[in-house]
């Protein structure tokens, strides 16, 4: 490209920045990529690649290279960009996102103004900077001046951009690696090769080849608000007439109600996730999908039902729980009756033969499972001795985690997925259950549920760490409570006090942490790619891990004086 012909590693005309001493001189980089694309070719790692994978990969890299294990950091970078540069090269020109930093530029003569989005550039031929972005906003890039991390997640959230290439010091890499591998977005990153805020360099024949490296394949990423908003969508009285057939009796309308009303319906979603991930033509759910879905969400309300009635709760979704509302007897029949439907709408879908039965012996015995779980909660309630941690996750992982892996086993066995993920689908589900449970007790905790499994002495983490942790006349009090011999009402607020200490609750995020790494850890012996990247960005929208500020409405509105980066036009 003659555009760079002049400008390999471009200096800036004053004080440059200090040479970054774990990265390797020019002749070294350039053996150690040979060495890198050489093992990425030959293992072929599936992308994306968790902390452990990275480490685990570069140190294979350190060993076959006899590399400096200085080098470690500037080597991740290298092999992560390997194992994406496929994908990355599928995306699109125009949906991707070229971000360079606001150093690279002369600092001491630059005359460009900096606004909300980043650097203005005045394309002064100073430093490297207007020539890069003129060459990558010709393909069809975003182009980014700035330290962007709140504005690239909000760009990958918005679907607009599906591939970055980001140039910057290795210790903001390693920063955006773990938002960026929870997106699971292909990205190509260049590290600065001096360190400091001003006067950088950087190899812009490195940054050349990212911009440029394209595909014929064209990539398919698949959009998960919309997939959830297709699964919201089963859910309205309409569809479910059009799904479930009409309405013929007071049963009937009331499951229907019930399932009609509002909820996270994660389940479904994973049930389509699952199918999507194995669906090789990149076509929207096909319609026949959606009594799957709706056998998942029939599933789990009915266990909510049941769930209600068994805890004596009189709130769900901030309404009266349907026992409180109709009685028992009509609450207990509905939910018996939404299992049937379940097990209808799963025998009726348009599957063929073998994987409808494989179908049927999953939700069975995820059925079985959960009723083992919830068992092992209510006779441990007749007798309610104290649990220890291990316990009580023990139930979350017979309880919650079931319903979780039922529905992505649908979903895979219904799109026809192929043997060695089930075994992975296990592990992932357990895991997640077991976190999102966790997180679950924190938030009822806070009061942000319909019901307290603290104000109700029912199995918590929170009230067993804090049992575990505590000592003396709190521990008395603890065990005293959970074995019904005090009411609670009488020591609520000490109680209260001793379950909500800090420690406790840190303890508790420190679990949920654990159990999220193993579910992201066990998606390593995925060989999908499809399913491994859309398994890792459930966990970060489950649990919210990127958090979208509001730079997208800046962006496509140009809200910033004569500033719009991207045209106002339908994603």
Same mark, same amino acid.
């Given at each position: 490209?003659?555009?760079?012909?002049?400008?390999?590693?471009?200096?800036?005309?004053?004080?440059?920045?200090?040479?970054?001493?774990?990265?390797?001189?020019?002749?070294?980089?350039? $053996?150690?990529?040979?060495?890198?694309?050489?093992?990425?070719?030959?293992?072929?790692?599936?992308?994306?690649?968790?902390?452990?994978?990275?480490?685990?990969?570069?140190?294979?890299?350190?060993?076959?290279?006899?590399?400096?294990?200085?080098?470690?950091?500037?080597?991740?970078?290298?092999?992560?960009?390997?194992?994406?540069?496929?994908?990355?090269?599928?995306?699109?020109?125009?949906?991707?996102?070229?971000?360079?930093?606001?150093? !690279?530029?002369?600092?001491?003569?630059?005359?460009?103004?900096?606004?909300?989005?980043?650097?203005?550039?005045?394309?002064?031929?100073?430093?490297?900077?207007?020539?890069?972005?003129?060459?990558?906003?010709?393909?069809?890039?975003?182009?980014?001046?700035?330290?962007?991390?709140?504005?690239?997640?909000?760009?990958?959230?918005?679907?607009?951009?599906?591939?970055?290439?980001?140039?910057?010091?290795?210790?903001?890499?390693?920063?955006?690696?773990? !938002?960026?591998?929870?997106?699971?977005?292909?990205?190509?990153?260049?590290?600065?090769?001096?360190?400091?805020?001003?006067?950088?360099?950087?190899?812009?024949?490195?940054?050349?080849?990212?911009?440029?490296?394209?595909?014929?394949?064209?990539?398919?990423?698949?959009?998960?608000?919309?997939?959830?908003?297709?699964?919201?969508?089963?859910?309205?009285?309409?569809?479910?007439?059009?799904?479930?057939?009409?309405?013929?009796?007071?049963?009937?309308?009331?499951?229907?109600?019930?399932?009609?009303?509002?909820?996270?319906?994660?389940?479904?979603?994973?049930?389509?996730?699952?199918?999507?991930?194995?669906?090789?033509?990149?076509?929207?759910?096909?319609?026949?999908?959606?009594?799957?879905?709706?056998?998942?969400?029939?599933?789990?309300?009915?266990?909510?039902?049941?769930?209600?009635?068994?805890?004596?709760?009189?709130?769900?979704?901030?309404?009266?729980?349907?026992?409180?509302?109709?009685?028992?007897?009509?609450?207990?029949?509905?939910?018996?009756?939404? !299992?049937?439907?379940?097990?209808?709408?799963?025998?009726?879908?348009?599957?063929?033969?073998?994987?409808?039965?494989?179908?049927?012996?999953?939700?069975?015995?995820?059925?079985?499972?959960?009723?083992?779980?919830?068992?092992?909660?209510?006779?441990?309630?007749?007798?309610?001795?104290?649990?220890?941690?291990?316990?009580?996750?023990?139930?979350?992982?017979?309880?919650?985690?079931?319903?979780?892996?039922?529905?992505?086993?649908?979903?895979?066995?219904?799109?026809?997925?192929?043997?060695?993920?089930?075994?992975?689908?296990?592990?992932?589900?357990?895991?997640?259950?077991?976190?999102?449970?966790?997180?679950?007790?924190?938030?009822?905790?806070?009061?942000?549920?319909?019901?307290?499994?603290?104000?109700?002495?029912?199995?918590?983490?929170?009230?067993?760490?804090?049992?575990?942790?505590?000592?003396?006349?709190? $521990?008395?009090?603890?065990?005293?409570?959970?074995?019904?011999?005090?009411?609670?009402?009488?020591?609520?607020?000490?109680?209260?006090?001793?379950?909500?200490?800090?420690?406790?609750?840190?303890?508790?995020?420190?679990?949920?942490?654990?159990?999220?790494?193993?579910?992201?850890?066990?998606?390593?012996?995925?060989?999908?790619?499809?399913?491994?990247?859309?398994?890792?960005?459930?966990?970060?929208?489950?649990?919210?891990?990127?958090?979208?500020?509001?730079?997208?409405?800046?962006?496509?509105?140009?809200?910033?004086?004569?500033?719009?980066?991207?045209?106002?036009?339908?994603?």
């Amino acid at each position: 490209m003659p555009e760079f012909a002049d400008m390999h590693n471009v200096a800036p005309k004053v004080a440059p920045a200090p040479v970054v001493e774990n990265i390797p001189p020019k002749a070294q980089r350039e $053996r150690l990529l040979g060495v890198i694309r050489d093992y990425v070719r030959r293992s072929e790692p599936i992308p994306p690649l968790s902390v452990d994978e990275l480490r685990a990969h570069c140190r294979k890299v350190i060993d076959l290279a006899h590399a400096d294990a200085k080098y470690l950091n500037f080597i991740a970078v290298l092999v992560n960009n390997e194992v994406w540069r496929g994908a990355f090269a599928a995306v699109p020109h125009d949906r991707r996102l070229l971000l360079l930093p606001k150093c !690279l530029r002369d600092h001491g003569a630059c005359p460009a103004k900096i606004d909300d989005l980043g650097l203005v550039c005045e394309g002064c031929g100073r430093c490297p900077i207007h020539d890069l972005k003129a060459q990558a906003e010709k393909l069809g890039y975003v182009v980014l001046v700035a330290e962007g991390i709140p504005v690239v997640m909000s760009l990958i959230e918005s679907g607009r951009i599906e591939a970055i290439v980001g140039v910057s010091c290795l210790a903001s890499l390693e920063r955006v690696h773990p !938002l960026i591998e929870t997106a699971a977005v292909p990205g190509i990153a260049i590290p600065l090769l001096r360190d400091g805020c001003v006067n950088t360099a950087v190899d812009l024949d490195w940054v050349q080849d990212a911009i440029c490296v394209a595909s014929e394949v064209k990539a398919r990423r698949t959009d998960m608000d919309a997939l959830r908003a297709q699964a919201e969508s089963w859910f309205t009285a309409q569809a479910l007439e059009e799904t479930l057939g009409p309405v013929r009796g007071q049963t009937e309308q009331i499951a229907r109600d019930w399932l009609a009303k509002s909820g996270k319906r994660w389940r479904p979603f994973l049930a389509v996730c699952a199918q999507q991930a194995f669906a090789s033509n990149g076509d929207p759910p096909p319609e026949a999908l959606r009594k799957v879905a709706v056998a998942v969400e029939c599933f789990h309300k009915a266990s909510l039902i049941h769930d209600d009635i068994e805890d004596q709760d009189e709130l769900r979704y901030g309404q009266k729980t349907l026992h409180e509302q109709y009685g028992l007897p009509i609450a207990l029949n509905v939910g018996d009756f939404l !299992l049937g439907e379940g097990y209808r709408m799963i025998a009726e879908c348009d599957a063929p033969p073998d994987r409808k039965a494989r179908m049927l012996a999953t939700a069975a015995s995820g059925h079985r499972s959960l009723c083992i779980g919830q068992g092992a909660e209510l006779c441990w309630m007749r007798n309610p001795l104290p649990l220890s941690p291990q316990e009580v996750i023990d139930i979350f992982r017979q309880k919650t985690a079931p319903a979780f892996e039922v529905a992505l086993r649908l979903g895979a066995i219904y799109a026809g997925g192929e043997d060695g993920v089930w075994e992975v689908l296990n592990h992932y589900s357990q895991a997640l259950g077991i976190a999102y449970q966790i997180r679950d007790d924190l938030n009822d905790f806070r009061g942000e549920g319909d019901s307290s499994d603290v104000k109700a002495m029912r199995p918590s983490v929170l009230l067993a760490l804090a049992y575990q942790s505590a000592d003396g006349r709190a $521990r008395a009090l603890l065990e005293a409570l959970w074995r019904r011999a005090i009411p609670l009402e009488t020591a609520l607020e000490q109680a209260e006090a001793v379950i909500g200490d800090r420690k406790v609750q840190q303890e508790a995020c420190r679990l949920l942490e654990n159990h999220k790494q193993q579910a992201i850890r066990c998606l390593s012996e995925l060989g999908n790619a499809n399913l491994k990247g859309l398994l890792r960005r459930v966990i970060g929208r489950i649990f919210r891990d990127i958090e979208s500020k509001d730079w997208f409405r800046e962006l496509t509105a140009g809200n910033a004086p004569g500033r719009q980066i991207i045209a106002d036009s339908p994603a």
